[in-house]
């Protein structure tokens, strides 16, 4: 409920910031369509199509939240194999970003994997943008798949600046103050889809964690079951 408090929030204020910015950009190009220089025009073209790019990453992780219904956040999981997400995920990364350079490691045994195939690859996919739009210096993301024990462990790892040690304690609980919100270039933090993360891996009975590297950059982590398990809500056996 928090989750989908915060989101709603996001939708009043997130979603109304962008389109506005839209707006205001392509009709100062149609009303001085004649006057504005070609820089000019490359430029406000080129704000309207990075705010109507984070609205699109705004509405997946909306569209997410719809996919988890029910009191229990019960989603509907099927095998799959953990290779192919992270190559989905690859590949939409480095279409929005070609000048990221993304590698994928991976078992070389399959390893399938109960899971909402859409849902994890949208965990991916916020994951990885926010370490290339918030790592300052991220030229290069690295997705690793392995298993460990009874869990299959997913790591995206970049070689950036690293996540500040204020922002730990509220990385995955989606209410970073507005400083914390917005990054030294004025771009607006992923927290929203950090939090969105953090409730579909839980959703799958899996963790999530995020660290700072020894090398420099960070690494976020989340370990998914290997076998279909059933998890009760502590609550139903609290008066027994």
Known sequence: EKMRANLLRAVSHDLRTPLTSIYGACSTVIENYDSLDKAKTIKLLGEACSDAQWLT??????LS????????????????????????????????????????RAPQELLMIPMDVILIEQVLINLMENSIQHGGTTTRVEMQ??????????????????????????????????????????????????????????????????????????LFSFTLPLEERNYEDPREDSGN
């Open 65 to 104: 939240v719809t996919r988890m219904t029910g009191e229990q956040t019960k989603i509907k999981k099927e095998m799959e194999a953990g290779e192919e997400v992270l190559s989905a995920a690859a590949m939409k990364i480095k279409k929005h970003y070609p000048e990221i350079t993304v590698s994928v």
């Open 57 to 62: 990453r705004m509405v997946e992780n909306l």
């Open 145 to 218: 798949l392995r298993k460990e024990g009874e869990n299959a462990r997913f790591e995206v790892a970049d070689n950036g600046q690293g996540i500040a040690r204020e922002v730990f304690p509220k990385l995955f609980k989606g209410y970073l103050s507005h400083d914390e919100e917005l990054t030294a270039d004025g771009r607006r933090n992923m927290g929203i889809g950090l939090s969105v993360c953090m409730s579909i891996v839980q959703a799958h009975g899996g963790t999530m964690q995020a660290e700072n590297r020894e090398i420099g950059g960070a």
